[in-house]
């Protein structure tokens, strides 16, 4: 465990929020579900291509939500998808989308634990890709423990894959984008009240407090590397999934960019670590 591993509260700070942002989230045109009840995927392209064919294998997805990623596993042919995720009410969603998607238990499954504890949560010793990220590692104080926990997942011979934010995107002003105004180092946790949601910031909320903990690049990598899988690529991208800063442009793609006569930084990151076969 990091040194500053925030309030002792954090855990249960945390869950309250992303209890209550849940039926917030479903309603929302951010997650648009009538789309994807209709498309069944929401896979970046950039994850699909990186990820590669899925098809036949087992995939477990830590921090799911209610499991529209997990889902899009699924679709895209994965045999077997699980979803583990700390909010019951996002289990029970992602339960009864799964549902209303005609996937049984046995195809996706999904189960309420904290990412700590995964391992002896999920139903089966390991899977043939464990993925997690967008908005997934900002909530956890201990990225060596996690690292450990993702990696005793991994089957011999499968992979970690993990598309997040950068941390540059956390040290920059919010308007522009060009002024190092944070501290890229900080370990102290951001133990902060904002009401709404990504989903809509205007919405009304009660519970607002919130725990988060900025990670470096090289703590990523050097938590996955020392937790024995081998860093496979680490690719930075260009592009983020919101408007992050005010000067980003959403282009046809539906990612947001800088714009072309601004110097770019990397806006979101992606790693694949391996494990050997047996
Ligand atoms: C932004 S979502 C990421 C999921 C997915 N990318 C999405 O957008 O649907 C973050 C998720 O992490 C979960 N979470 C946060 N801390 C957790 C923890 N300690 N254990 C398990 N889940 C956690 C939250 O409940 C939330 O569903």
New binding site residues.
Partial sequence: MREEKGPDDW?EV??AR?DERVVL?TASDY?DQGTFLRTRDVIRDFEAAEVGDVTGRSLLH?????G??TLSWAHRGAARVVG????EP?IETARDLAAELGYGPDRAAFVA????DAAEAVPDPAYDIVYT????VN??PDLVGWAETAASLVAPGGFLYLAEFHPLGDVLDEETGSRVAFDYFRRAAWDEETSGSYTDFGAPTVHNRSVEWQHSLGEVVSAVAAAGLRIAFLHEHDMTLFQRFGVLRRGEDGFYRFPEDRPRIPLMYSLKATKPAA
């Fill in positions: 855990r945390n869950r992303w989230h997650y830590l921090q799911c939500h209610f529209q990623d583990l995720d700390f909010s996002a634990a904290d990412v700590y990220g967008i908005g997934a909530w956890l």
